[in-house]
């Protein structure tokens, strides 16, 4: 089971990889892990409806991928 959970962690970290590169996504905020000296900042749900922000916000976007990156580090530790 947790082989099938890492695959599908690093399935959505490169999807959502690709739109941070197709944003250009990675030039907003280029400090980790806090983007502009804050956990999560206050442009992360910018655009209207909220849904919006998932796939054409490049703050969201860049989020969305630093946490699928963490959480597929520490899944990617466990070994039971």
Same mark, same amino acid.
């Given at each position: 089971?947790? *082989?099938?959970?890492?695959? %599908? /962690? =690093? ?6 990889? !690709?739109?941070? *590169?197709?944003?250009?996504? %990675? /030039? =907003? ?6 983007? !502009? ?7 992360? /749900? ?35």
């Amino acid at each position: 089971m947790l *082989a099938h959970t890492c695959k %599908g /962690l =690093v399935f959505l970290t490169a999807l959502s990889g !690709a739109f941070v *590169a197709g944003l250009d996504a %990675g /030039l =907003v905020y280029n400090s980790f892990p806090k983007m !502009a000296d804050k956990w999560i900042p206050d442009d992360v /749900l910018a655009y209207s409806p909220a849904i919006r922000n998932i796939t054409e916000n490049p703050t969201t976007v860049q989020f969305d991928h630093r946490i699928l990156v963490t959480t597929n580090s520490f899944n990617s530790l466990d070994t039971n």
